[in-house]
């Protein structure tokens, strides 16, 4: 067997990551070839990454609104309701 089809002797995730992801250490990967993004978060801000997109009690995009100080659509529906009885 040459290097291209020998088995990787890669060990099982134990752990998950920050990310969510299962952290497995891959020995040979060069954290720094032009490939590997070894430092996702930098150039960005304390608010960019205080920010979760992942609250399970409501949805995608009233989590968005309301990271961007924006109306829920709960909120825009009591709005528009409210206006219609004003008349």
């Given at each position: 067997?040459?290097?291209?089809?020998?088995?990787?002797?890669?060990?099982?995730?134990?752990?998950?990551?920050?990310?969510?992801?299962?952290?497995?250490i891959v020995p040979d990967v060069d954290m720094?070839?032009?490939?590997?993004?070894?430092?996702?978060?930098?150039?960005?801000?304390?608010?960019?990454?205080?920010?979760?997109?992942?609250?399970?009690?409501?949805?995608?995009?009233?989590?968005?609104?309301?990271?961007?100080?924006?109306?829920?659509?709960?909120?825009?529906?009591?709005?528009?309701?409210?206006?219609?009885?004003?008349?």
């Amino acid at each position: 067997m040459d290097k291209n089809t020998t088995k990787a002797a890669v060990a099982p995730a134990t752990e998950i990551d920050t990310s969510g992801a299962p952290q497995q250490i891959v020995p040979d990967v060069d954290m720094t070839h032009p490939a590997v993004d070894n430092d996702p978060r930098a150039g960005t801000t304390t608010e960019q990454n205080r920010i979760d997109f992942n609250d399970p009690t409501i949805s995608g995009a009233d989590q968005v609104a309301i990271n961007l100080g924006m109306k829920t659509e709960g909120e825009a529906h009591a709005e528009a309701e409210a206006a219609a009885k004003k008349g």
